[in-house]
């Protein structure tokens, strides 16, 4: 094969690396370079019409058909592996693919997790503070591919390549520890999550399928039916302790939010353990203003996520921005509104999407975020600066009452403040629009509004410390789940509460739930924060026996007879019938055994 020449590593340049493609890709992939002299060849079955341009030494070839999916043993070097993605631009004529892993041999899942830990150590350098990886494509069934006889690109399972089901091809002395290349895909997952977050305990991990939920089934021959179909329907021992933190659709749609309508998906998610606050999109292919809004608004009202993830577009009708400072400013801005929201803790209950437009409201019932076509705006969730991009000059800024703007900044590429901007605006009242005339930028290349930003520092109005509003009393059943929500006025940015029952717990956002083990009564004092101050209040949880039904904190015969009651359908006293001043429980028993035919009824 030649005495010289490396490996290709895509998207690297470290050969010790080794072949893995880059942490935020598909983490079986590796590539090779290949010259086509023909359009209507096949890189995978034809070898008279394509060659090395690279060469190899015995080592590393013995290395790769050790290391690598096998789909031919009948055709010699590299012709017998399996090939992933084609790079887009390569192809007619491509002059690469890029060879799988074989891991269904737990030494190459050993070897890329040992990879996959050096690279997260250099991104962390040192610090402990790595905050995770997300991997594209997350299709545990491999994302396999091949050029058919007119060189177009065409996805592929495994049984199509190999005529196994899902499942490379054993060859020589290779020994395989898992039986299909699924079972290996979520041993490795598992395995690299383990070790990442044994060394980094608050990091998180996700993956980024082209769709969350593709219906079609597991059937051999169709190579990807994605994440929660994938997942959802493999062995409860496979699946078990492989769930994502976050899970990124990259396809153009809102089905991120809207498949949890769906009864069947929802069986597999609840298997799964995924909720609507654990997914969103990171579509690169619309680049209408309407069509982000619209995956903003359903990302928003559901406490889903809209961001970027490794490139900026240049698929579908996205411009290829090469950088972040080239994405227009409405598409930066409306990408992390649903996200702000998030972190600022604003309840589901407050936010809307009519259709056209997105709106999120404070516990005082004060504009947080606000999306239409003309303006979109939020607060940060840290600074609590405003961001504001201007579509046009009709959209209008709404301020709280009492609120002024300090101090206007146009902001740079990055969205940084980059110069004083108070020319641009006028501000009246407690409004803030773009001066008439004024020229809102537009991308003359393709006629796409890109809007104009900046970011507002506002006085502080938030002057009143939290006044708790919620109930002060509540109660709960051992062994029973509790939910139980604190809710203050004058805005608070977080919650906490002190006291509690063992098993309950408490979010930054005010939620205390849980299992109570343990019955009995408790003072819990809770309160609210924001910058003017701290608002506390005491809370009486009672968590009371499964049987003690009239809750006066004993279980005894009156209990007994209420469950009886219950089970006759008599739930409540009608007549004094015993004559002693009072309606009560033994009134309802005296009515029962009326019913049921009894003598003694008048007695004491």
Known sequence: MGSSGKIEIYNANDPDYNGIYTVTQQPSSTVFRFTVTSTQSSLLESSATAKLIMYYTQEQKDFLEQNMVWINTAKSFPYNLASSYYPDGDYPPSNRFRPQWDIQQSAVINNLVDKHMGIFSVIDGGKGDFAGYLFDEGSIKGEFQRLDSSGKRNMSSLYQLTGQTDSGLQHGSIAYEYSTYSKASLAFFKQLQNQAKNKYPDMKWGLEPYSLYRAGG??????????I???????????????PDMLMQEGSSVDFVDIFSNSLVKGLTDKLGITQDMVGTTQPNAIGEYEN???????GINGAWYHWFGRFGGTGNMTNFTEITKVYPRLKLIRVIPSWDNLNNIPLASRSWNGSVYQSRTSSGNLQSYINSDVLYSRHWKTGKLFAVFNSTNGVITLKAGETALSTQRVDGYFIEAGDGSADVNIVG?????KSGFTVAVDTSNGQVMGNGYIFTLNATTSLAPVITSSL?????????????????????????????????????????GTPTTIGTSSVTISAVNAGGTGVSTLTLSVYSVCDLNRDGATNVVDVQLQVNAALGVTACTSDINGDGSCNVIDVQRDVNASLGGQCVLGP
Do not use: C, H
């Open 293 to 299: 809004r619209l995956y903003a608004g359903k990302a």
């Open 229 to 243: 179909e994938e997942v959802g329907n493999a062995a409860e021992t496979d699946r078990t302790g492989v769930n």
């Open 218 to 227: 597991m059937d051999a021959t169709r190579y990807s039916s994605e994440w």
């Open 473 to 513: 009393s509540s109660t709960g059943t051992i062994g029973t789940d509790f939910s139980y929500q604190i809710t203050a006025a004058n805005d608070p940015t977080s919650f906490n509460a002190a006291g509690l029952p063992s098993g309950l717990s408490v979010s930054t956002g005010g939620l205390i739930s």
């Open 430 to 434: 407690n409004t803030i629009k773009l």
